[in-house]
């Protein structure tokens, strides 16, 4: 009897076995946990000063949100990138997405919540841009020092997992 066969079919059960176990124990664990952490870096994103609202439908220049209910005016993009970005549980217990700047992107985002936080509304509120729409567009109320930040909006689970991969990997 040939023992190449066998040994690949055993070997290929294996493999699957040890697949389904890691598939299972992230599933429980992610379960279990409010951070799921992703990360190598895969979707720049953009902080845009909002300068003006309005309900849908947008004219041309304007900006859509994520849910399609709002148009935003923005101003000058600033280009960051995610270092890490995890969704987990904020701190009234909603899903929120966390992202970790690079130092650099760190001190333009700090050096830009400095200038927004003085002025009126709407114009104090920060839009974070997404595959060319808002997912969230903050108020600033005061200077934001750091490389983290936080993404919250009404997600449910599903969707701030994914936000999380898009910025952050997964």
């Not at 190598?40 to 300068?51: D, G, H, I």
């Not at 930040?149 to 997964?170: M, N, P, V, W, Y």
Request: charged content about 20%.
């Amino acid at each position: 009897m040939k023992a190449g066969p066998i040994l690949a079919v055993v070997a290929g059960v294996l493999v699957n076995a040890v697949v389904v176990l890691a598939v299972g124990y992230a599933t429980v664990i992610g379960g279990m946990t409010s951070r799921l952490p992703w990360k190598s870096v895969t979707e720049p994103f953009a902080l845009r000063p909002v300068l003006d609202t309005r309900p849908a439908p947008c004219a041309a220049g304007w900006i859509v949100s994520q849910d399609g209910d709002a148009c935003y005016q923005l101003g000058q993009a600033t280009q960051v990138t995610a270092e890490k970005a995890t969704a987990g549980f904020g701190p009234s217990g909603e899903w929120i997405v966390e992202i970790t700047l690079n130092e650099a992107d760190g001190r333009r985002f700090t050096e830009l919540t400095e200038r927004v936080h003085r002025l009126p509304e709407p114009r104090n509120q920060l839009a974070i841009v997404v595959g060319g729409k808002v997912i969230s567009a903050p108020a600033v109320l005061e200077p934001i020092p750091g490389r983290t930040l936080q993404i919250s909006g009404g997600f449910g689970k599903t969707a701030a997992e994914e936000l999380a991969r898009r910025l952050g990997g997964g």
